[in-house]
Nanobody, 124 residues
Framework: QVQLVESGGDSVQAGGSLSLSCAAS????????MAWFRQFPGKEREGITA????????NYADSVKGRFTISKDNANNMLHLQMNSLKPEDTAMYYC?????????????????WGQGTQVTVSS
């Protein structure tokens, strides 16, 4: 099993940037497809980006394409999310997720392991 811990959440102004990280432990990150999800209050989690186990392939939701970049550092068991041009509607709790057979899915059920989340707040 893999344990995931997110960090980097903060409050920023609209148009700003923020970088989130997710540390994996207990099992090598290279064994897992990984993804970032976010959850708005009262809503289900939505997948925003996913990356292949080796880090060479990615998938993005239209809502973040061109603004967010996912990357994976398997040597250090880390997953990253660079968020640029942030908007107030990006305000949410952000989660990292891992799954051995998730593919590049942005569907919650494809992932077995989840972090506890980190809050991102974007003010206008």
């Amino acid at each position: 099993q893999v344990q995931l811990v997110e960090s980097g959440g903060d409050s920023v102004q609209a148009g700003g940037s923020l970088s989130l990280s997710c540390a994996a432990s207990g099992s090598s990150a290279s064994n897992y497809y990984m993804a970032w999800f976010r959850q708005f209050p009262g809503k289900e989690r939505e997948g925003i980006t996913a990356i292949s186990a080796g880090g060479g392939m990615t998938n993005y939701a239209d809502s973040v394409k061109g603004r967010f970049t996912i990357s994976k550092d398997n040597a250090n068991n880390m997953l990253h999310l660079q968020m640029n041009s942030l908007k107030p509607e990006d305000t949410a709790m952000y989660y990292c997720a891992a799954g051995r057979r998730a593919g590049l899915s942005l569907t919650e059920s494809a992932y077995n392991y989840w972090g506890q989340g980190t809050q991102v707040t974007v003010s206008s």
